[in-house]
């Protein structure tokens, strides 16, 4: 370790993590407000999860054990380079099961597994202003936010409806946080926004490229925009997970072949394992099971 | 009609440094009336209409409008807050090009709604028929209600503007050029539906225009400015049939006769 001598704890200098803390204490304090902070350059381009790497570094101790998801999976590239950046940089505990994992770095999912207390997650998030592509000018939507002015908001929600037939907007879906502040819950797909409604986790937002820093604290209400007779929903599947038989939970297409043939797999890959060690299997694995019985 | 006044401007000045944009403008505004500022360019009739519709703060002078509780509130010693709500439910205004006062990357229906949604209207169906009712009131075929403004021509964009601002019963209407870059043919017409709209409707206005033929139609009363000040007012037809300014009667003679 001696050509990391010069890396402090968790690669940002001491002030920077505490620049950084008190934007996170501040958000956490204004649930959904958007604090600007002084974001840094991180070794990995902006897009990557600058943000939530910062927050990251910020708040984690020699003693937590830290998850990277992209996408619900452990094992992307972006889940592994970031995991593989804190071992290096922090010396910390790793973990791919959500339950054993103190802080939780997602890139677009939440665990289908519920969170509990003294657990954080923390999103990585590229715009976070739900109200960026309605109104482009940062000085108006600010104010926007300051006066509670939401209506256009459900302009875009109306667009949807307009134009489809229903609320097609499926991520970045957004919602009110402890009846304030409109927030963009990140591009989760709106599958996981009722996750985080009165979640026992503290949920943190790192925005690099974008310098805010956003919170939802533990057992804060989050309710998503709609109207009364378009009510928010989200997506279903009609099919069970080819490999674990999940019902319920986010399902990724993937592509077999070019004949059209294709399969549905849990987006959520530790859960999907945990599945199958406890005995579940899909109809992709029940035929090379019965193989090799 | 109403013996109270609904809008009471008293001495309103403003200052670009040392250049006058207005002075010491005056006047009182009642129920169901229209007014017109009229005037060449630079003679400080949109800086006045700014500083009547709270769109840039007054050097001197105040404004007072009575909210519909009948209490005058003067509009600068409001929070910005309730300015902003008063100007998205009991005020509109027409921009001289519909671009700057319509959102154009959204569809019509939406633009008429969107005042609906900011005073918290949650209903989809109501809005969209709110929406479709408004439309076929300004003459825009209803199929047409999920379009962008940018497919619209120049008087169709006009009238939505108009549609999107009187969809929450504004009392007090402003209107910058109402018909400013449309050609003859449309202009009458536009005229027309807003004059058949100010009288359904009740409304007051403040129209501020260049075109003497504008003012004519449209209002009751009228102002004439040059160089930043008031220098004559009275009712339409006596300014423009009996002006007794000189610079009036010049305005006035100007008018091309076809």
């Not at chain 1, 002015?149 to 667009?159: C, D, I, P």
């Not at chain 2, 969107?114 to 479709?132: F, K, P, S, V, W």
């Not at chain 2, 009712?235 to 007794?244: H, N």
């Amino acid at each position: 370790m001696t050509e990391l001598a010069s890396y402090n704890f968790a690669y940002l200098d001491e002030q920077t993590k505490r620049m950084i803390r008190r934007a996170i204490l501040k958000a956490i304090a204004i649930p959904g407000y958007q604090v600007p902070f002084a974001s840094r350059e991180m070794p990995m381009p902006y897009g990557w999860g600058t943000g939530g790497v910062q927050v990251t570094a910020a708040i984690i101790g020699p003693d937590d054990v830290l998850k990277v998801i992209d996408q619900g999976a452990d094992d992307t590239t972006n889940a592994v380079s970031i995991r593989a950046f804190f071992q290096k940089v922090a010396d910390v505990a790793v973990t791919t099961h959500t339950a054993d994992a103190t802080i939780i770095q997602t890139r677009h999912r939440i665990p289908e597994q519920k969170l509990s207390e003294g657990q954080v997650l923390v999103y990585q998030v590229p715009i976070p202003e739900p109200l960026r592509f309605l109104e482009p000018r940062e000085t108006e939507t600010r104010k926007m936010h300051a006066l509670e002015e939401y209506g256009l908001m459900h302009v875009k929600l109306y667009e949807d409806i307009a134009r489809h037939g229903r609320i097609s907007t499926t991520y970045a879906y957004p919602v009110k946080v402890a009846g304030r502040y409109v927030m963009d819950p990140s591009p989760t797909p709106k599958f996981d926004n009722p996750k985080m409604h009165m979640s026992e986790a503290l949920q943190l937002f790192g925005a690099g490229r974008e310098k805010r820093i956003y919170a939802v604290p533990p057992h804060t209400e989050v309710v998503s925009l709609d109207f009364e007779d378009h009510p928010f929903e989200i997506q279903r599947f009609e099919q069970n997970c080819a490999l674990c038989a999940a019902h319920g939970v986010y399902l990724d297409e993937v592509v077999l072949d070019d004949k059209g043939g294709r399969i549905f797999v849990c987006s959520d890959t530790d859960n999907c394992e945990d599945r199958r060690e406890h005995g579940h299997s899909g109809e992709m694995l029940a035929p090379s099971k019965e193989a090799a019985e | 009609m109403n013996d109270t006044p609904l809008f009471k401007v008293s001495g309103v000045s403003k200052f670009y440094g040392q250049r006058i944009g207005c002075k010491d403008v005056s006047f009182d505004l009642w129920p169901g009336e229209v007014l017109a500022i009229v005037g060449e360019s630079g003679s400080g009739k949109t800086t006045l209409l700014n500083c009547l519709s709270t769109r840039l703060t007054p050097t001197a002078g105040s404004v007072e409008y009575r909210m519909r509780d009948g209490q005058f509130r003067d509009l600068y010693h409001m929070s910005e807050a309730e300015r902003r709500f008063l100007m998205r439910t009991d005020w509109g205004f027409v921009h001289q090009n519909p671009a700057d006062g319509l959102r154009m990357t959204v569809s019509a229906g939406a633009n008429v709604g969107e005042r609906l949604m900011a005073i918290g209207d949650r209903h989809y169906g109501n809005i969209r028929a709110t929406a479709t009712d408004w439309l076929s009131r300004v003459e825009i075929s209803t199929d047409r209600i999920d379009d962008q403004p940018r497919a619209f021509s120049g008087g169709m964009r006009q009238r939505l503007q108009i549609a999107r601002n009187l969809v929450t019963g504004p009392r007090l209407v402003f209107m910058d050029e109402p018909t400013g870059g449309l050609d003859v043919s449309v202009q009458a017409r536009l005229l027309d539906l807003v004059r058949g709209l100010v009288n359904d409707l009740g409304l007051s206005a403040i129209v501020v225009t260049h075109d003497l033929a504008v003012a004519r139609l449209l209002s009751h009363r009228m102002m004439v400015m040059k160089d930043g000040y008031v220098i004559e007012q009275g009712l339409t037809d006596r300014v423009l049939d009996d002006p007794r300014e000189p610079y009036t009667q010049l305005l006035v003679s100007s008018i091309l006769q076809v």
